[in-house]
Structures are given as structure tokens and as C-alpha cells.
């Protein structure tokens, strides 16, 4: 428990909790990454039923991270970067409410920098909708069973197909990798470079046919899929 005490938390909701853990997991500086369930109305829910839409909670991750190696701003920028933060329906083509997409802060101070982010989003029209996602206390957190946890590295091939088949990388690369990432970059300090855990292959291994890309804002990972049939992609894109 001490090795926890020096470290902060920050709660997000980006739709697929399998490909929001892949992307935050690499991070220098952030030490834990765990798939979970918040801001619904019962407690211990099952995945069932939280993907049935009827429990009002949002798939979500619950990252544990070293302020002194990588700020909140930093993390909530590239938050941003791995979602459409004007779809209110879901996330890519996962659909329905337990899918959207929502900031649940824990302090005074990530409000107010989620709160500018919105507006700064917002301001630039880059999506030409109103921000979507939600900004909102960080309720109870329930930790998702044992088999949504890395799910990106003990499944990694059912994990390729549902990614390849989500839309998610196609939409970063249009939206985000075009120069209006710089909308966030101006806002928050980068002086806390992102870059791979040392050891990160060495201790998970590379995943075959999987390279990481990196934004051009901070050198920022994330995966990149090649492409499956479109049998395949439906096949794969059942978050069960």
C-alpha cells in the first residue's frame, strides 16, 4: 500500500474499456490501469448488465499515475485524443449509453481542467457539435472481473479484430492527427514527455502485427491495427 501513497487517480469513460487500458497502459508514469464500471445505480454490476445499457453505468478505466513523471493535464489531453468527444450515442460502433464518453473527477482542480478542455474543444468547432462527453464527480468505481483486465494483452488476437473493426483508430487519425491535437497541446504542459515504460516489451511482450503509433503532439502510443474482413470485424466487435 505504500508504494501507492505518492500516486493520484483519474477516472475516464472512452467507450471500449479493452482499447481506452491498451492505449493509457504504456504510459511512462502511470502505474496501474484498471477496467471497471461507474455512475450507475446498483453496485457490483456484472458485465452483462452493464453492457445491456440498464444500470446507467459507463465502461471505464481507473488509472493510478505518478504526478511527478506525468501531470493530469497530460492524461486528460490524450483522453481526448482517443475518443469522438462530440458522439452522445456511444463510442465508434459500440452504441448506447454505458458506451459514452465522460470525465469523472476527483479534486477541484481536474474539474476545472476538464471544464477548460470542453470549452477549449468547443471553441475551435474542430467537430462542428458541441462536446458530448460529461464532466462529473468520480462516484464509486467497481473494478471489472478478472478477464477485461489487459485484455489487449491475454487476448490480443480477438482484441486486433474488435479494434480494426471499431472505427476508433480511423477516427484519431482524421480528427486528431491533422493539427487540431494542438487545441489541447497549447492548453496544458507537456513537460512531462510520454514515452514507454521502460521494459514494457521485455515484460508483456510485442504483440504480432500490432506497431504503435504516436501522435505528433507528444510522441503518445497507441495501437495500429491492420485490416480483417468485414465478417471478421462484425464477428469481433461483440463486447461481451
Known amino acids: 500500500m505504500k508504494t501507492m501513497q505518492h500516486l493520484e487517480k483519474a477516472t475516464f469513460a472512452g467507450g471500449c474499456f479493452w ?3 491498451s492505449a493509457f ?10 477496467s471497471g464500471y461507474t455512475g ?12 445491456s445499457g440498464e444500470t446507467g453505468h ?8 505518478n504526478p511527478n513523471t506525468i501531470s493530469y493535464g497530460t492524461l486528460l489531453t490524450y483522453f481526448f485524443h482517443q475518443i469522438d468527444p462530440a458522439d452522445d450515442g456511444g463510442a465508434f460502433v459500440d452504441r448506447g449509453p454505458q458506451y459514452r464518453s465522460a470525465v469523472f473527477y476527483h479534486t477541484h482542480a481536474q474539474k476545472e481542467l476538464a ?10 468547432n474542430i467537430f462542428q457539435k458541441p462536446v458530448a462527453t460529461r464532466v462529473m464527480a468520480a462516484p ?14 491475454k487476448n490480443q488476437t480477438r482484441f486486433r479484430f474488435y479494434r480494426a473493426g471499431s472505427g476508433r483508430d480511423l477516427f484519431i487519425e482524421k480528427f ?4 487540431n491535437e494542438a487545441v489541447l ?4 504542459s507537456h513537460k512531462h514527455v510520454i514515452h514507454y515504460t521502460q521494459g514494457h516489451e521485455h515484460e508483456h511482450g510485442q504483440i504480432d502485427g500490432i506497431k504503435p503509433r504516436y501522435s505528433p503532439a507528444a510522441q503518445e502510443p497507441f495501437w495500429e491495427y491492420g485490416h480483417t474482413d468485414r465478417q471478421d470485424q462484425r464477428n469481433a466487435c461483440q463486447h461481451n
Request: include cysteine; glycine fraction near 6%.
Open 19 to 21: 482499447c481506452m487500458a
Open 25 to 34: 497502459e504504456p504510459l511512462n508514469g502511470v502505474k496501474k490501469v484498471i
Open 40 to 51: 450507475g445505480r446498483i453496485e457490483n454490476p456484472s458485465h452483462h448488465a452493464v453492457v
Open 58 to 65: 459507463f465502461l471505464s478505466i481507473q488509472i493510478w499515475f
Open 115 to 124: 471544464q477548460t478542455a470542453v470549452h477549449r474543444i468547443n471553441q475551435s
Open 140 to 153: 464509486v468505481f467497481f473494478k471489472a472481473g478478472d478477464r477485461h483486465q489487459n485484455y489487449h494483452l
Open 176 to 179: 486528431w492527427q491533422n493539427g
Open 185 to 188: 497541446d497549447h492548453l496544458f
